[in-house]
């Protein structure tokens, strides 16, 4: 698969207008006619064929059956029998682990964001951060705290959550009977942490809301802000930290 790659790299880096490219793998042509593979240099092989073919490049695949005499093939295994062992590990790990890498990881997100997208859960935590991509490289930045890590969620000391699993009577807020304790309550209207919400919003230039998209509120160190709220800030509470 590997020598399919450098192939279709070297003919994109050349002035063919054709190229057949003839490989004895016929698992690895199987691999690239398969368009649901998850293999990271079968996409890349077809990536680079796809950007061929705008060029005005047709490249062309064939399998062709080993050790039966053909002079290119037994020339190839020539070739690669005589190269230096202590070199093919030098030349796998200096390239193909880290386009691997980067592959299965985009794959990975890509997934990760469809389930995301499809999740009945998570309402709270998608109107923080919608993009699953970006908020994995939010997250690892921040290293959230216990109660930055309730707050995201809504899985918190908070009479709605409380409520929701018959851990208190009701979901009101101390701050006024008919007012719901939520977690956008606590943020934007809550009365009693008026003084850090003012505080909050000085600092960091911005002002809170609740948006459909929470790309609105800001970079990530504006929207991380809204976590400086700590439990000494937030009287009456249930959040643990």
């Known amino acids: ?83 230096p062992k202590r070199l093919m590990p030098t030349m796998i790990t200096r390239k193909f682990p880290i386009l691997g890498k980067n592959k299965i990881r985009e794959e990975t997100i890509l997934k990760w964001q469809t389930r995301y997208d499809s999740s009945q859960t998570g309402a709270i935590t998608k109107t923080f951060f919608p993009d699953a991509k970006k908020a994995y490289a939010t997250i690892r930045k921040l290293k959230p705290t216990p109660v930055q890590t309730q707050i995201f969620t809504g899985h918190t000391g908070i009479a709605e959550y409380l409520h929701r699993f018959k851990l208190l009577q009701s979901p009101s807020c101390e701050c006024d009977a008919d007012k719901i304790e939520s977690v956008w309550h606590i943020i934007l209207e809550c009365p009693r942490y008026e003084v850090a919400r003012y505080d909050l919003e000085h600092k960091i230039e911005t002002k809170l809301k609740k948006t459909k998209n929470a790309r609105n509120n800001g970079e990530p160190r504006k929207k991380s802000g809204i976590l400086v709220i700590r439990r000494e800030s937030l009287p009456g509470s249930h959040i643990q930290t």
């Open 1 to 83: 698969m590997y020598a399919l790659y450098r192939a279709v790299a070297m003919v994109k880096a050349s002035r063919e207008k054709v190229v057949n490219i003839l490989s004895d793998s016929r698992s690895s042509l199987e691999l690239l006619s398969n368009p649901r593979t998850g293999h990271p240099l079968a996409h890349a092989i077809r990536e680079s064929t796809r950007n061929a073919n705008a060029e005005g490049k047709e490249i062309r695949f064939y399998w062709l059956r080993a050790h039966v005499g053909i002079k290119g093939n037994e020339r190839a295994d020539e070739l690669a029998k005589s190269l």
